[in-house]
């Protein structure tokens, strides 16, 4: 048992397995009692018992976290059998692969529901009771660099990137009140990497959850009090911050607009500074970083 944890009450959600699994078996070595939560109720049983089986403290739950009233019993479990909750891992999550026009809705719905509206009640919940008890807290969020933009994955991606969102404005609702609000976008070698041959070549069985864990851990902990609304990146071996959304200069000003006007705006002046979209076709940091160099032709003055 590391510590940094103790006497710290923590859900974890989609604890199962995977990711989840292994953000609730780190909580419990630092010392934290931990509500192991999963749909899967013998997956979630499973986990909890592994961690009472090395020293740890944990019980299980099967809550749903897309229905409201089970996501709210969630969090109230937490209180009664630990007598607090002073973290939540918003864990849970769905994943496929579609192209647009071939959409399923009863799929997309069900993604939504848990991926977005799973994370809003039992975040919503949980806040609650930390703000009720005056402890403070902490809410780590789990969203993904799908956010930023991937084939076949823009239902996922579009639920992630709604995390983000929500991870930013419940940090500045929630500062006030002592709870941190951060995200997390793993990479790790789970159930989502396996389904996805693309996803497979990028992420080899070494990147393992437990890789992850430990920023997580970070988040939970009194360590990283003044730490909110980031979004941060582990995949492993490399660990930095997510930029956020911003107001991109060089910013035209008219004192009114018309089609011509925008036409061209866009001809004249934002052509040349169009974003890349999506993850694919980001520069890759070794070519951006020689790109950068000193003496390379993008560096010149014109």
Same mark, same amino acid.
């Given at each position: ?5 103790? +006497?710290?009450? !923590?859900?974890?959600t989609?604890?199962? #397995? +995977?990711? &989840? ?12 009692s931990?509500? !192991?939560n ?8 499973? *986990? ?7 020293? $740890? *403290?944990? !019980?299980?739950? &099967?809550h749903?976290?897309a229905?409201?009233? =089970? ?5 109230? =479990?937490?209180?009664?059998?630990? $007598?607090?909750?002073?973290g939540?891992?918003?864990n @849970?999550?769905?994943?496929? %692969?579609?192209?647009?026009w #071939?959409?399923?809705?009863?799929r997309?719905r ?9 994370? /809003? ?6 806040? %609650?009771?930390?703000?009720?008890r %005056?402890?403070?807290?902490? /809410?780590?969020n /789990?969203?993904?660099?799908?956010s930023?933009? =991937? ?15 929500l *991870?930013?404005?419940w @940090? ?5 009140? $002592?709870?941190?609000?951060? @995200? ?11 389904k ?31 730490i909110?609304? =980031?979004?941060?990146r582990c995949?492993?071996s490399?660990?930095? /911050?997510? +930029? ?7 910013i035209?000003? #008219?004192?009114?607009?018309? *089609?011509? &006007?925008?036409? #061209? !705006?866009f001809?004249?002046?934002?052509s040349?500074?169009?974003e ?5 076709k ?8 020689w ?7 993008s560096?010149?003055?014109?």
């Amino acid at each position: 048992m590391s510590g940094e944890l103790d +006497g710290k009450a !923590v859900v974890v959600t989609g604890a199962g #397995r +995977g990711l &989840g699994a292994a953000f609730a078996t780190h909580a419990a070595q630092a010392g934290a009692s931990v509500v !192991v939560n999963d749909i899967d109720a013998d997956l979630a049983e499973r *986990t909890a018992a592994n961690i009472t089986a090395h020293g $740890g *403290t944990a !019980v299980a739950s &099967g809550h749903s976290v897309a229905d409201p009233a =089970q996501a709210r019993a969630l969090a109230e =479990q937490c209180v009664a059998e630990f $007598g607090a909750l002073d973290g939540l891992v918003n864990n @849970a999550g769905l994943n496929y %692969e579609s192209l647009p026009w #071939r959409e399923d809705p009863a799929r997309v719905r069900e993604l939504v529901e848990t991926n977005v509206l799973g994370v /809003i009640y039992t975040g919503s919940a949980a806040a %609650e009771h930390m703000v009720e008890r %005056e402890r403070g807290g902490s /809410i780590v969020n /789990i969203s993904s660099g799908a956010s930023l933009g =991937q084939r076949k994955l823009g239902t996922y991606a579009a639920s992630k990137g709604a995390v983000a969102s929500l *991870t930013y404005s419940w @940090a500045l609702d929630m500062e006030e009140v $002592g709870v941190r609000v951060n @995200a997390v976008c793993p990479l790790a070698h789970t159930r989502m990497v396996w389904k996805s041959e693309r996803s497979l070549r990028n992420c080899p069985p070494e990147r393992t959850p437990s890789r992850v864990a430990p920023l997580v851990v970070f988040l939970l902990a009194d360590d990283s009090r003044g730490i909110t609304g =980031q979004m941060l990146r582990c995949n492993g071996s490399e660990l930095h /911050i997510v +930029g956020q959304p911003w107001f991109k200069e060089p910013i035209v000003r #008219r004192p009114a607009w018309d *089609t011509d &006007g925008v036409r #061209r !705006v866009f001809d004249e002046v934002f052509s040349a500074h169009l974003e890349p979209y999506g993850m694919e076709k980001r520069v890759p940091p070794t070519l951006r970083e020689w790109t950068m160099s000193p003496g390379h032709p993008s560096t010149r003055s014109a």
